[in-house]
């Protein structure tokens, strides 16, 4: 499918907790306080030994499910007796020490409980669907699960109204004031 992949930590978890704790001490010394302490907190946060990380919306979009919300997909990974986390590479993204198989019989269970439409049996979520999950999901707050943070994971937009503009070379449309 791909690869190669490093499969040993990529940070230093005692680095980055340290050197957050050290860049709040001194906030208003660094004008880019903001962008630096999501990176460090979402690293921070981060599990050391699952080198992959999977979507969630990826996963819903192939079973062709609602999501479940990102608090009651962690605890149901949590309830099952496994480790998950966010990744700083995407804010959608979970690094999880569960298996595969597991993650699917979780979502087996979530759509027993949110039923989809029937679906042509060739295709590849309607095959995942057919089998009997193995692992019956709980999808109750679990104890250390995912928690509102008073500091942002990830990087903030740089201005204000910031992303998608016009297309460049289009002459804007003004309507004369009687046509409001």
Known sequence: MGGPIWSDPIHDRDWATSILSNIRATSGLYEAYAKISAILTSVSEELPNA???????????????????MVMFHSAIRNAGYQISGSHADPLALKTDAPMSVIW???????KLHPVKSQPENLPGSRILSQEPQLQASFSQATGGLVARKSPRFLPNPEKHWGPKMKAGRPLKILPIDKL
């Open 51 to 69: 080198p992959l990380f999977v979507s969630l919306h990826s996963i819903c979009a192939t079973l062709k499910c609602t999501n479940p919300t």
């Open 105 to 111: 019989d979780i979502m087996r269970c979530w759509v």
